[in-house]
């Protein structure tokens, strides 16, 4: 049985920050591709940011210079730093995961395995 456990939303003044965290389980780290998505309300679900099992990271232009993905393999949890937060970043948060890559050069790919999200709202 494969979850994942988002954690660690809440609302925050714009320029704060915020640490959104994703437990996976049922999954080994080196069979599948992690990465953190959004949606906010009347917007398409949109990729933001993934991690490979290097530590290789990729990010939408819109974050990149503001959020950071990272993990902690022994722990099988992924983690979204999110620095000078924007009301336009309010947004359900999703981690994901699949057995082959979220994206290939800026092409995003539909997941196979989701969490239930963690609300972010920026004011």
């Known amino acids: 049985h494969v979850q994942l456990v988002e954690s660690g939303g809440g609302s925050v003044q714009a320029g704060g920050s915020l640490r959104v965290s994703c437990v996976v389980s049922?999954?080994?780290?080196?069979?599948?591709?992690v990465g953190w998505f959004r949606q906010a309300p009347g917007h398409e679900r949109e990729g933001i940011a993934t991690i490979d099992t290097d530590d290789m990271t990729t990010y939408i232009d819109s974050v990149k210079d503001r959020f950071t993905i990272s993990q902690d393999n022994a722990k099988n949890t992924l983690y979204l730093q999110i620095n000078s937060l924007k009301p336009e970043d309010t947004a359900m948060y999703y981690c994901?995961?699949?057995?082959?890559?979220?994206?290939?050069?800026?092409?995003?790919?539909?997941?196979?395995?989701w969490g239930q999200g963690t609300q972010v709202t920026v004011s």
């Open positions: 994901a995961a699949d057995i082959v890559r979220l994206n290939y050069g800026g092409v995003w790919y539909d997941p196979k395995y």
């Open positions: 049922g999954l080994s780290r080196s069979a599948y591709c």
